[in-house]
């Protein structure tokens, strides 16, 4: 919540006007809700990677031991934490060009030729 105080001269106290502030705010604009989307993905992709830990050890433990977990439940979850990755290595890369300023010849290259770059070498990988 945002606060303006306002103050006339010559007048009493301040008095504070509260803006009012839905929970749903980010969900009136499409730029604020894809960037909360964007923010979002970093928890799903986070509890994969503390399963994929566990499924290390697991596997550490041996190999007669070790039975990998293929639920539908598991595979359902492991496919939607993939197009949050992807989303948020898409979104990643296509700041390349705002954050990468490369200068050939004392000229900029141009932003875009950036992002196509870094997305290149994202898929070669």
């Known amino acids: 919540m945002s606060a303006v105080e306002v103050k006339a001269p010559g007048a009493g106290p301040t008095r504070t006007f509260k803006r009012p502030m839905g929970a749903g705010w980010w969900m009136r604009n499409a730029n604020y809700f894809w960037y909360v989307v964007r923010e ?30 293929g639920s539908m439940a598991f595979v359902v979850f492991s496919v939607v934490c993939l197009l949050f990755a992807l989303y948020h290595s898409a979104t990643f890369l296509s ?31």
């Open 95 to 125: 700041l390349a060009g705002v954050i990468i300023h490369v200068k050939v010849l004392d000229k900029n290259i141009p932003s875009r030729l950036i992002v196509i770059g870094a997305v290149l070498i994202w898929f070669a990988r």
């Open 40 to 69: 979002f993905s970093a928890l799903p992709l986070a509890l994969w990677l503390l399963w994929l830990l566990v499924e290390i050890k697991r596997a550490g433990d041996g190999a007669a031991q070790y039975s990998a977990h």
